[in-house]
């Protein structure tokens, strides 16, 4: 069976232990590749090779630094039918999914950081006539990067190509639900030239290899994304290290739709909100808001569309629905459903696990799910259920809409359909959510500040912002007289 190797001081390497892990194609439901098992030993191998590639890689000329990611993202483009084939084989997403968004993502991520690190400029003061103050910006050392697995290289990338970009040297950890990309990324950076030591990915379990790069006293940085639990745990072993720390996190989103919005773009993109990738995006619309008026008439017709959504192999064009990444998550998935009944929801589609037949009848496949009946603040309008699955919720007016989307302990996104401008500047003012979308949802311009409020995370990443984050400022105050 295909094993994955750690990727450490330029290097394809077995994990110090010899051990190996399970690596399931979900849609299958069956193991058909290997993933290192790595530890502590595995980690301080890729600190010692990331320490020792620091210097070199931070004084490169910009535009040589520069260069090599531009090649690495002109390789992922020349290989992105082989990545999207992999995306989807490891997380279970469609095959047209992985092609149309994460992977041309993934390239994206890499261009941009590349050249934005050109632009890239610190402030100067002058205070008065009597002083100048410039601040220098430079990268603060080996950076630990940790990522999920709902966006597996496209949030691999958006981490990596800033740290690298701003000078840095990475320890970087994909999920191990799927790491294959991440190790097909390793072998484009070999052939890209990057220096040894400037990228490690080891490969593991987030409790083991990941605390352990969490832990190590030369990270000085880690960026994660996952989920808030996860998120606690490493803030509360990273805070007393005094590291500096990016926490994207989990969501529990509100799609708002007013009376007065545009009622067909409306439907049609709280479909595509609520279930593309199974529902797995952190930006999903889980919690769908309508405004009395229009209530009865949404819910039907929604119903009726998403009824029409085919759930089914991966690789078939057709199908608008994958199988969901794990047993275990699909698992957590329907017990959220039967949460959802216990509280007096009503299942209006969906609700169960779908057999799809052929090479797929083992697969974790459930059916996209709608419920309607349960207030806004039992559990399964409160926690974060990342699957197939939304709730519809009826409203009366804005300030009570903006009491229940604010509700959750979550603070990601919202999304909002009116077409009253006042009404649209209002209520995004007051949403608590570091990102709303009106008459629209996911449009992404990767110069925004991306990141969450409340329990959805600390700090924020995205254009400057990634780049302060993967900087140190320091600034020198020189008196003119
Ligand atoms: P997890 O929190 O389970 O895992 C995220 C990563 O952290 C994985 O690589 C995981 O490894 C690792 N990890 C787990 N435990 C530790 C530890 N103790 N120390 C260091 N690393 C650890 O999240 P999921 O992978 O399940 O991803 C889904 C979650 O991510 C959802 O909550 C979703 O909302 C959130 N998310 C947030 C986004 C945002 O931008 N705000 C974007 C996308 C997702 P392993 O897989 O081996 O456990």
């Known amino acids: 069976m295909f094993k994955i190797k750690n990727y450490i001081n330029g290097q394809l390497v077995e994990p110090e232990s010899g051990e190996y892990l399970d690596n399931y194609n979900p849609a299958e439901g069956k193991v058909y590749s290997l993933i290192p098992d790595s530890d502590d030993r595995d980690v301080q191998k890729a600190v010692v090779a990331a320490n020792a590639a620091f210097d070199g890689w931070s004084s490169m000329p910009v535009l040589k630094r520069s260069a090599i990611l531009l090649k690495i993202a002109d390789f992922i483009d020349r290989d992105h039918e082989k990545l999207a084939r992999a995306e989807s084989d490891d997380n279970g997403k469609p095959l047209s999914l992985a092609s149309r968004v994460d ?54 990338t958006w981490k990596v190509a800033p740290a690298l970009a701003a000078g840095n040297t990475v320890v ?76 994207e996190l989990g969501g529990k989103n509100p799609n708002i739709i007013f009376d007065d919005c545009d009622f067909d773009q409306a439907l049609k993109v709280s479909i595509h909100s609520s279930f593309a990738n199974q529902g797995q995006i952190c930006l999903c619309g889980s919690r769908i808001f309508v405004q009395e008026g229009i209530y009865d008439r949404f819910v039907s017709q929604f119903v009726e569309r998403v009824k029409t959504l085919k759930v089914g192999d991966p690789h078939d064009e057709t199908s608008k629905v994958g199988a969901v990444v794990s047993k275990q998550h699909k698992d957590k998935i329907l017990s959220y459903i039967k949460l959802a009944q216990d509280e007096g929801g009503e299942i209006l589609c969906g609700g169960h696990q779908v057999k799809v037949e052929g090479r797929c009848e083992e697969g974790y496949f459930i059916a996209p799910t709608v419920i309607v009946g349960l207030d806004a603040t039992c559990r399964t309008n409160q926690e974060e259920i990342f699957g197939p699955v939304v709730t519809i919720i009826p409203f009366k007016a804005e300030d009570e809409v903006i009491a229940l989307a604010n509700s959750t302990a979550y603070g990601l996104s919202a999304t909002i359909w009116t077409d009253n401008l006042k009404r649209a ?26 990141g969450g409020m409340k329990q959805s995370g600390v700090g924020r990443e995205g254009g400057e912002e990634a780049l302060r984050f993967f900087t140190e400022s320091k600034n020198i105050c020189i008196a003119l007289k």
């Open 425 to 450: 500047h209002r209520v995004s003012h007051q949403i608590k959510s570091g990102i709303v979308w009106v008459n629209t949802w996911l449009f992404r311009d990767l110069r925004t500040p991306f």
């Open 103 to 156: 992977i041309p993502r993934a390239s994206s991520n890499m261009r941009f950081y590349a050249t934005a690190i050109q632009h890239f400029a610190s402030e100067s003061h002058m205070s008065d006539d009597q002083a100048l103050n410039y601040t220098t910006r430079t990268p603060v050392g080996v950076a630990g990067c940790i990522s999920p697995w709902n966006l597996p290289l496209y949030l691999f």
């Open 172 to 247: 970087a950890k994909p999920s191990e639900i799927t790491p294959m990309t991440a190790y097909l990324f390793s072998e484009l950076c070999i052939e890209a030239g990057l220096p040894e030591g400037v990228l490690n990915i080891v490969h593991g379990l987030g409790a083991k290899a990941g605390q352990a790069i969490v832990e190590h006293p030369d990270i000085p940085l880690i960026s994660f994304t996952g989920g808030t639990t996860t998120g606690k745990h490493i803030a509360a072993t990273a805070a007393p290290m005094f590291k500096k720390m990016s926490l």
